[in-house]
């Protein structure tokens, strides 16, 4: 079945320092990759994808490229900020309709 | 454009006590429709999805239940809540493969 691995948290950073999250994935097929954000108390809101192999998807200053030879979606920001504290999650996707595979989640903090 | 609804924002429930949670959804059309838990300092967990009216499915064996009465209406019961229950409960919707998330319930049960 499909699934995804993401680094464990929580990644505690000062501002302006580079974020690096990794996300790997097991998948039959071409998913779909994604990155979610949830800040404190609130759901989660999509911050990028990526629909096929070596498609880079960006937001806010956030990167990540889909890599099929390494199954690898790793989320990059060159300087965070102390409003990107948030709590972040890898997910795939298959065909239209199915439901997401979720990583379980990786806990930035970053000071000022 | 496409809007979703959850309520209630905060619930503290007592043990044995029955659970009712609601989501709608607005701007579109026979969307599936996911209810996932957050347990604390956890990930994900999908507990239910649907594909239309009535047609709901379980991802995990569990002490609560899901009803899709309208195409845009996704709600999640239980008849006794468990201390277990406890967590953030993330209601989301897709077409395709994206899902679009509402706010969450936070529910104690004490």
């Known amino acids: 079945g499909n699934s995804v691995t993401q680094m464990e948290g929580p990644v505690t950073l000062s501002e302006e320092a580079f974020l690096t999250i990794n996300c790997t994935y097991t998948?039959?097929?071409?998913?779909?990759l994604f990155w979610y954000v949830q800040y404190p108390g609130e759901g989660l809101q999509l911050l990028l994808k990526?629909?096929?192999?070596?498609d880079k998807g960006s937001n806010k200053g956030f990167e990540a490229t889909y890599r099929k030879e390494t199954t690898s979606f790793h989320l990059e920001k060159g300087s965070v900020q102390v409003s990107d504290s948030a709590v972040y999650f890898c997910?795939?996707?298959?065909?239209?309709?199915?439901?997401?595979?979720f990583g379980g989640g990786t806990r930035v903090l970053v000071k000022p | 454009s496409q809007t979703i609804h959850q309520w209630p924002a905060t619930l503290v429930q007592p043990v044995g006590s029955p659970l009712s949670l609601e989501c709608t959804v607005e701007?579109?059309?026979?969307?599936?429709l996911y209810w996932y838990r957050q347990a604390a300092g956890r990930g994900l967990q999908l507990l239910f999805y649907?594909?239309?009216?009535?047609?709901i499915s379980s991802e995990v064996p569990q002490n609560l239940s899901a009803s899709r009465p309208q195409d845009r209406q996704f709600i999640l019961s239980s008849k006794k809540l468990l201390l277990s229950d406890s967590g953030f409960y993330l209601c989301a919707w897709s077409e395709v493969a994206e899902a679009f998330f509402g706010q969450g319930t936070r529910l104690t049960v004490v």
């Open positions: 701007g579109t059309s026979n969307p599936n």
């Open positions: 998948a039959t097929g071409y998913p779909s």
């Open positions: 997910a795939l996707g298959k065909a239209a309709g199915n439901k997401l595979t």
């Open positions: 649907s594909v239309g009216i009535g047609q």
């Open positions: 990526a629909t096929k192999a070596d």
